[in-house]
C-alpha cells in the first residue's frame, strides 16, 4: 500500500513562489508515475503534471510551463512542484498521485495542499 502527504501550501502574493513536498510511505517501484494536480473551486480537476519515478521524463501542462518545475528524490521518496511566478488563477487545491506506468489510471492519491494567490 503507498500513502501519499502533499504539505508546502500557504497563502503568498501573486509574483511569489512556493515549494510543495509529496512524500511517499510504502513501494514505489521505477515504474511509477508521479502526478500533480489542482482542482480550484467551481472548477474540474486537472493535471499540472508528471514525472517518472525512476527516471527524469516530465510532462506540464500549457499553463504552468516555464514556471512550475517537478523534481524527485528517490531517497527520500518524496516529488517537488515548485512554482515560481504564480498568479490568482493558481489558487487551487493541489494534490499528487501516482499510478503505474502501464495504467492510465492513478491509484493512489494524497490528501491535499491549499494554495493561495493573493492579487
Known amino acids: 500500500q503507498v500513502q501519499l502527504v502533499e504539505s508546502g501550501g500557504g497563502l503568498v502574493q501573486a509574483g511569489g513562489s512556493l515549494r510543495l513536498s509529496c512524500a511517499a510511505s510504502?513501494?514505489?517501484?521505477?515504474?511509477?508515475?508521479m502526478g500533480w494536480f489542482r482542482q480550484a473551486p467551481g472548477k474540474d480537476r486537472e493535471s499540472v503534471g508528471t514525472?517518472?519515478?525512476?527516471?527524469?521524463?516530465?510532462l506540464y501542462a500549457a499553463s504552468v510551463k516555464g514556471r512550475f518545475t517537478i523534481s524527485r528524490d528517490n531517497h527520500k521518496n518524496t516529488v517537488y512542484l515548485q512554482m515560481n511566478s504564480l498568479k490568482p488563477e493558481d489558487t487551487a487545491v493541489y494534490y499528487c498521485?501516482?499510478?503505474?506506468?502501464?495504467?492510465?489510471?492513478?491509484?493512489?492519491w494524497g490528501q491535499g495542499t491549499q494554495v493561495t494567490v493573493s492579487a
Open positions: 510504502g513501494r514505489l517501484s521505477s515504474s511509477y508515475v
Open positions: 498521485a501516482a499510478r503505474s506506468v502501464f495504467s492510465s489510471n492513478y491509484d493512489y
Open positions: 514525472i517518472t519515478w525512476g527516471g527524469v521524463s516530465t
